[in-house]
């Protein structure tokens, strides 16, 4: 059984960064696409980057584009955020979670993620 967690969340002042770690465990681990999603409170979840394990393509929503990185190791099985120049609305707890799919598309839909963490929050101060 597969099983994700998080890591890296806190609070930091706007214009700042964060790094956010998920380490996978309880399988090999092929061409999946592990993909970091966050929630504010009141809101849909909502899709903030993928990357597909072995081919390191990558996919970001538009409002984090240029600001934040995704990347893993495949030696750590870890994939993260790199999240820079947040800002206040980035506030929100964020999840990463595996598509067990081996196509070539990343999905931004979170249904088409099977397992998921369990969040780490990060709150961004103005």
């Known amino acids: 059984q597969v099983q994700l967690v998080e890591s890296g969340g806190g609070l930091v002042q706007a214009g700042g960064s964060l790094r956010l770690s998920c380490a996978a465990s309880?399988?090999?681990?092929?061409?999946?696409?592990m993909g970091w999603f966050r929630q504010a409170p009141g809101k849909e979840r909502e899709f903030v980057s993928a990357?597909?394990?072995?081919?390191?393509?990558?996919r970001y929503a538009d409002s984090v584009k240029g600001r934040f990185t995704i990347s893993r190791d495949n030696a750590k099985n870890t994939v993260y955020l790199q999240m820079n120049s947040l800002k206040p609305e980035d506030t929100a707890v964020y999840y990463c979670?595996?598509?067990?799919?081996?196509?070539?598309?990343?999905?931004?839909?979170?249904?088409?993620?099977?397992?998921w963490g369990q969040g780490t929050q990060v709150t961004v101060s103005s």
């Open positions: 990357i597909k394990w072995n081919a390191g393509f990558t």
């Open positions: 309880g399988r090999t681990f092929s061409n999946y696409a």
């Open positions: 979670a595996l598509d067990l799919s081996t196509g070539s598309a990343i999905y931004n839909t979170p249904g088409m993620y099977a397992v």
